[in-house]
């Protein structure tokens, strides 16, 4: 029998079929069931399999994950500054790292004392470990590039160590949120994590055993294998297949109106209808595997309503983006004559607004689709708020009533949460001690070089983080959804609090956002853990472990690079290596907010209405609730989810549009037809098929990036061809 197999709990398998086959799903009448909710995927398709005396931390995970921390932290910095928007994947990592546990079991020899460094065939408990240390390395420290924004736009060096520990600080405050609010985010089963499934029933799949493993594993390869070379064709050899439009090559560039609609190759071409992506890296934006169908017809419906919104508005001349010559899809700011808007000219030598320079330049103008854009995203944080109360006051109230989230020896019925009592649980007295250390740390690293912020705000904008982690984790959790626009609710009011002090503005942004949206990778990762049945005490270690690590290499290469690049860093357009636009979008959002908050979106300003958006957005969810109410037996009230439609409705005005029309057919044959009419498929492959279509098109992207698209130093263009246009010349339906 496989080490790793024990026996599941009775109620899902006849106890005299051996341990090894429990996987199959042959074996259970239950297979052939249609998932329907969280409860079946979190008891039908993640295996509650566990074996307790499997090793975790062990001499592997040390090594493995630091070396994989290390790279991942490094590799996220470098992709800061690259023109290239990358991220450093977790199926990346997760890959790599059976590799190499699998390598150093065979390598090392497992007898006498190497017994304790090589303790038998590498397991889940372990690669789940590594995988958490890696990925926490890996994300870009948010204090980091507001420490990199000072040092390139204001001449503001702080000292290294006030820096570090800065950064320490407001990443662990966001661990310290997310271990109070276990018992609401990650215990229960409603806390579903469906962007954690693929990395689960691949990790199960590679450790588990059994007939049915093996041939979940062959099946995979075969996958990534595929995937993996079938990238390079709309990657590098074959562009065109990033978005194919018929109605744009029938039209042939003779309208701008069929362009805007339909147009979708190239950054900001257009909207994407029915506008066909090949190319995986582009509709896996979908997440058409995993994401739950209520979320993707949400996102559809939001979606439908953008197509209609963005151009109505854009020919009716909401914003004056039309009559002003702006072009259709632009995130940039324009002056009153369409140019580009030099924000600098309008800012004295401490980098804070001159009204006499500003009243020569004048204000700056968005195109209307991002200004459209902008009013639906508040929109959509307003009604995150309104959506959580009104869905889920009782999952609210249980967490927090008599202080609930801070009290020892809950209980909840969740197999998975019940296959953890074999483990020693994380105490909440040390998740609290760890907050209160690291907000201790971030007021004394505000005052050690200048003043950032003073005591009192990072206080009160820390209370707005754990509001904003409850809410927006809570939807991840639920949906999979991430919301990412309470940014600027949050720079409103610092812009109340702190006007025109755009330092101040990033600082209540890092403390009073960042730190709450951290939590969502956080609970996520301990949902991981609970999946895999890792030791939370582990899983703990291994955050915490990554989470340093990464905030001293951000730290290290960020020195580094500004030091070598710093004049093509602080030029707006860059070079095809290297880029500043990171830390110049956070610098151009402080500027907005910070300096020009009361001149854009004051009472009668032209983007007035824009802040207005969280207040709609609020009451947005209401009908659809009240409706509820009043014909409970229709499902339709209910089914919708409205963050995620608001959010869709100005989604679209954003770089290439093409994967959403694959999205939503690949949706609907994975979430309605292969759920509902394959079952038994659902269960064995859907979500290993999204790992693997992520990993290999994920590492095949990694390899490129470097080999071909200069991200080692060197671009390689492939020879062009009609498939592989030179970009100088205009594409089909440009101007």
């Not at 074996?27 to 979190?42: M, R």
């Not at 520990?165 to 985010?185: K, M, P």
């Not at 330049?361 to 109360?389: D, E, N, R």
Request: glycine letters at 8%; aromatic letters at 16%.
């Amino acid at each position: 029998m496989d080490k790793e197999c024990s026996v599941r709990d009775k109620q899902y398998s006849p106890a005299v079929v051996p341990c090894a086959e429990f996987s199959d799903p042959e074996w259970s009448s239950a297979q052939s069931h249609v998932v329907k909710d969280a409860l079946d995927i979190t008891t039908l398709i993640v295996s509650a399999e566990d074996n307790p005396t499997l090793p975790a931390l062990t001499f592997r995970f040390w090594v493995i994950g630091t070396g994989l921390a290390i790279f991942g932290s490094v590799l996220s910095e470098i992709y800061f500054w690259k023109p290239q928007a990358t991220t450093v994947s977790s199926l990346f990592q997760l890959i790599i790292s059976y590799a190499l546990g699998n390598a150093m079991h065979r390598m090392m020899p497992s007898t006498g004392f190497w017994r304790h460094l090589n303790p038998g065939p590498f397991n889940i408990k372990e690669h789940t470990c590594i995988t958490v240390m890696a990925s926490t390395a890996s994300l870009t420290a948010s204090s980091i590039g507001i420490i990199a924004t000072l040092d390139l736009f204001y001449g503001i060096n702080l000292h290294p160590i006030s820096a570090i520990f800065q950064t320490f600080a407001s990443q662990l405050i966001g661990y310290g949120f997310a271990g109070v609010l276990r018992n609401l985010l990650v215990w229960p089963t409603h806390a579903l994590y469906p962007s954690q499934l693929p990395s689960i029933s691949l990790l199960q799949s590679m450790h588990l055993g059994g007939l049915l493993n093996h041939r979940k594993m062959k099946y995979f390869w075969i996958v990534f294998t595929a995937i993996f070379c079938w990238e390079i064709i709309p990657t590098w050899m074959f562009p065109m297949l990033t978005a194919v439009s018929a109605v744009c090559l029938i039209d042939n560039g003779r309208s701008s109106f069929v362009r805007n609609l339909f147009g979708a190759g190239s950054s900001n071409e257009g909207l994407g209808l029915v506008s066909f992506a090949f190319d995986w890296t582009l509709i896996t934006q979908a997440y058409p595997l995993f994401w739950p169908l209520q979320t993707q017809v949400s996102a559809w419906v939001g979606i439908s309503f953008c197509y209609i919104l963005m151009m109505v508005s854009y020919y009716k001349d909401v914003f004056q983006g039309y009559s002003r010559g702006l072009p259709f899809m632009s995130s940039s700011l324009f002056t009153g004559k369409g140019s580009m808007y030099n924000q600098t000219s309008i800012l004295d030598s401490r980098y804070q607004l001159d009204t006499q320079k500003y009243a020569v330049v004048g204000p700056p103008y968005m195109t209307t689709t991002f200004a459209v854009s902008q009013l639906a995203g508040y929109a959509s944080m307003g009604a995150a708020f309104s959506h959580v109360i009104l869905w889920h006051r009782r999952e609210l109230w249980a967490a927090f009533k008599d202080f609930n989230f801070l009290k020892a020896g809950q209980e909840f019925d969740d197999v998975h949460f019940q296959k953890m009592k074999a483990y020693k649980e994380v105490p909440q007295w040390w998740y609290i001690t760890l907050f209160g250390t690291s907000l201790a740390l971030a007021i004394g690293t505000a005052y050690a070089d200048i003043n950032l912020l003073p005591w009192w705000s990072i206080i009160v904008f820390t209370a707005i983080a754990f509001i904003v982690a409850v809410v927006l984790s809570f939807i991840y959790a639920v949906t999979g959804f991430q919301l990412c626009t309470c940014s600027v609710l949050v720079q409103i009011i610092a812009a109340y609090l702190h006007p025109q002090q755009p330092i101040r503005n990033m600082y209540a942004k890092l403390y009073g956002y960042n730190t709450g949206y951290q939590t969502l990778y956080m609970v996520a990762d301990l949902k991981l853990g609970q999946y895999a049945k890792v030791p939370p005490r582990s899983t703990f270690v291994a955050q915490l472990s990554g989470t340093i690590i990464g905030a001293i290499f951000n730290y290290i290469l960020y020195k580094s690079i500004v030091g070598t690049h710093r004049e093509d860093l602080q030029d707006p357009i860059g070079t095809r290596l290297w880029s500043g636009w990171n830390a110049q979008q956070i610098n151009s959002a402080a500027i907005t907010w910070g300096a020009l908050a009361r001149e854009l979106y004051a009472p009668g300003k032209l983007y007035f209405q824009l802040p207005l958006g969280h207040l709609y957005g609020f009451l947005a969810p209401f009908p659809l609730y009240f409706m509820h109410r009043l014909y409970p037996s229709q499902r339709f009230w209910s089914y919708l989810n409205m963050p995620v439609i608001l959010t869709y409705v100005g989604w679209l005005p954003y770089a290439v549009n093409g994967a959403w029309w694959p999205g939503f057919v690949i949706g609907l044959a994975s979430q309605w037809w292969a759920r509902t009419r394959r079952p038994k498929w659902y269960m064995k492959y859907n979500y290993l098929t999204s790992a693997a279509l992520d990993g290999g098109s994920s590492i095949i992207y990694f390899i490129l990036n470097f080999a071909v698209f200069g991200a080692g130093g060197n671009i390689i263009s492939f020879p062009y061809w009609w498939g592989n246009p030179d970009p100088t010349i205009s594409s089909v339906g440009a101007h």
